[in-house]
């Protein structure tokens, strides 16, 4: 069956970095675009970046360029979120998703999700 | 950038009754919508996609409706696990990224 596992989160000050890692697992993980969704407390859902199933092509949402950085590895069916420069606002459980199979414009399977709290 | 307004941001009624929750974008995306149900504590779960085809394993009470700017999603005959939250979602071809909705919250009467 299909398994998105997320890890890496945790407590973090300010200005410091974290990487998010999202081992998938029970699909051709190389044929999917793959994203990642974050979900600050108590509040509602937001797109925040996606990477191309080659792993070539990358788009972030205004509010994480130039700070957050998506990547995978094929070869080890792995997503990462590389973010530095955190902000308090960047707190939230960050989710990572996969394009749909009937529809690539959806998210038909999602992780658990990880915590990530900026705190001093 | 494509804007989605859901409607209400708090529906209530009783279990059996009809839920009907609105999306609208601030410009036409064709049939490319979803709708994603969020328990408490859990991730979202894809309900409908492009706009009207249930994904595997959801009840026939969900329905989804519309195309171009405005959207529908049904809920018949409501049962008590059904009052949570609820977001459309967008994605097309350029930019690649996606918008959410803020979310309408289901709740019991």
């Known amino acids: 069956q299909v398994q998105l596992v997320e890890s890496g989160g945790g407590v973090v000050q300010p200005g410091r970095s974290l990487r998010l890692s999202c081992a998938a697992s029970?699909?051709?993980?190389?044929?999917?675009?793959m994203h990642w969704v974050r979900q600050a407390p108590g509040k509602g859902l937001e797109w925040v970046a996606v990477?191309?199933?080659?792993?070539?092509?990358?788009y972030y949402a205004d509010s994480v360029k130039g700070r957050f950085t998506i990547s995978r590895d094929n070869s080890k069916n792995t997503l990462y979120l590389q973010m530095n420069s955190l902000r308090a606002e960047d707190t939230a459980v960050y989710y990572c998703?996969?394009?749909?199979?009937?529809?690539?414009?959806?998210?038909?399977?999602w992780g658990q999700g990880t915590l990530v709290t900026v705190s001093s | 950038e494509i804007v989605l307004t859901q409607s209400p941001a708090t529906l209530s009624l009783s279990p059996g009754e009809r839920a009907t929750l609105s999306c609208r974008a601030s410009?036409?995306?064709?049939?490319?919508l979803a709708w994603y149900q969020q328990k408490p504590g859990q991730a979202p779960r894809l309900l409908i996609y492009?706009?009207?085809n249930r994904a595997t394993g959801i009840p026939a009470r969900f329905s989804g409706s519309g195309s171009g700017t405005d959207f529908t999603l049904t809920i018949s005959g409501l049962e008590p696990e059904d009052f949570v939250v609820y977001y459309c979602?967008?994605?097309?071809?350029?930019?690649?990224?996606?918008?959410f909705g803020q979310g309408t919250r289901l709740e019991i009467k």
């Open positions: 998703t996969r394009e749909g199979v009937s529809s690539k414009w959806c998210f038909d399977y």
């Open positions: 029970g699909f051709s993980f190389r044929t999917h675009g």
């Open positions: 990477v191309s199933d080659d792993g070539r092509t990358t």
């Open positions: 410009q036409s995306v064709s049939t490319y």
């Open positions: 492009d706009a009207l």
């Open positions: 979602q967008h994605r097309g071809d350029w930019p690649p990224g996606a918008t």
